[in-house]
């Protein structure tokens, strides 16, 4: 472990700061733990919302984010669950301002070490998915979920453009990434869509959370990071802001964030047995609703033609609604073979808790995890082993009340086999990347990179009240 002025001077020397119109990013490296309270200063000195001030048109830059060359090291030493505590004391976060292709760019720009070398080392894209995609089916198929993407939300594609051309890795492969939980149903071979996610909310009069793990290939956790962006229109119109922990890679939108009117989203994959073709990928359609700033642009885009391919859950709140009782919000995903609807769509509500009530979900609380609780499909089971583990534990737990209720759940590893807080075991591989807890009384995001019933959160963001 270094010490503290080692780390300060590292800090000092590694920021660049160049001029760059039109543009504005900054990473804001996170250093392990016995750093905390500093660092947490620097980070607040350097607020998102702050550093991405129009007028402030720096560049800062670290002279390499995150250390790629220990990472290496520690990349050949690391198997199984080794890998999945990899990365466990940082995480970088990017702040980036421009266009949506300047976004991408930037994103895959800064992060490009990340980014290549998670993308060399998944082993499902070169075995499974470029094979598939050069053979006719298979072909089709992208050009088919290529096609709609192009057609329905084009700004999006541009964003991958950017991400590609910023991280030097191939459009094809940027957009399978995009497709992997389509093209892994359609392979027939779910296991390479771990199962993920548990998310649980409390709506009460003195707690108001939501606490999410975010669990995926152990093989990403060392690469993930926080994008704060803000996107502008060629006329310079500020039209998106938001802050999302996102994937080596991928669009922001796929695992946690909040935007700039306060509506928080966290989502959780789905498996139902099959998936329609010629419609949104789901990865797609999860940064659309990043833009979303009320219940009605989120239903709009839910609700879009041609409707959302691979199915998801979308835990969401609005923290502005004025309505307590109908702010916190689960709505269910399933793409649809039905020519006369878009997306099956079941939206289901956590109301204030009413001690008058009886317990049930939906009274002041809920859970969601990798499973369709509310529309009736035939789901993968393989793929929905670890959700029934995961809530039959949730059955032994008391009605959670508090962050602390939250988060001894989440951080729970008493079923050895299918743990809550995931790390490959025999029988499951999925692996917590990492937990957010999200307290819309203070109006924060927790970001914990380790379990979160015994550590303490890597990062608190303010999540703007007003913008
Ligand atoms: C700028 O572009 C945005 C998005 O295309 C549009 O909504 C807005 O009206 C435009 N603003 C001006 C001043 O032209
Ligand atoms: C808030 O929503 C609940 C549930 O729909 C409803 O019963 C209640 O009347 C609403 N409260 C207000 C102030 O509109």
Known sequence: MR??????????????????????SVIVP????QMRPMMMQEHRLNSPSRISDPVVRILLR???PFHPRS????????????ECSAGSNSLPIINVRGTHYQVGFETGRLMKEHIQMFYAGFAPMHQKFLPFIKTEKGGRIFEGYLGVVRQELPQYLEEIRGLSDGSGVPFEQIFLMHIRSEISLILRQGHYETPACTTVFVNRDDAEIVGHN???DPGMKAHSYIVAAEIVADNGTLVEK???FTYPGTLPGNAFSFNRAGVVFTVNSESPLTVPVDKIPRYILNRALLAAECPEDFERI???GPGLAQGCSINVVFTRHPNDSIKMRNYELLGSFDSTLHTVVDGSVTFRYDPDKPNNEGNGFMYHFNKYERIRVKQNPENIVSSIHRQNRAKQFPLPTSASDVLAFLGDTADTD?????????????CTIATALFDLKAMTMAVYRDNPKTSAPLLTLPIPKLF
């Open 62 to 64: 670290t002279w390499r």
């Open 418 to 430: 299918y743990p809550v807080f995931r790390t490959p075991t025999e029988k499951d591989g999925g």
């Open 302 to 304: 839910i609700n879009m």
């Open 242 to 244: 938001f802050t999302a």
């Open 214 to 216: 975010e669990d995926n």
């Open 71 to 82: 990472l290496q090291l520690q990349h050949a030493k690391m198997t199984g669950s080794g």
């Open 3 to 24: 010490t503290s002025a080692h780390f300060l001077s590292t800090f000092l020397c590694a920021l660049h700061v160049l001029l760059h119109a039109g543009m504005c």
């Open 30 to 33: 996170l250093w392990p733990l």
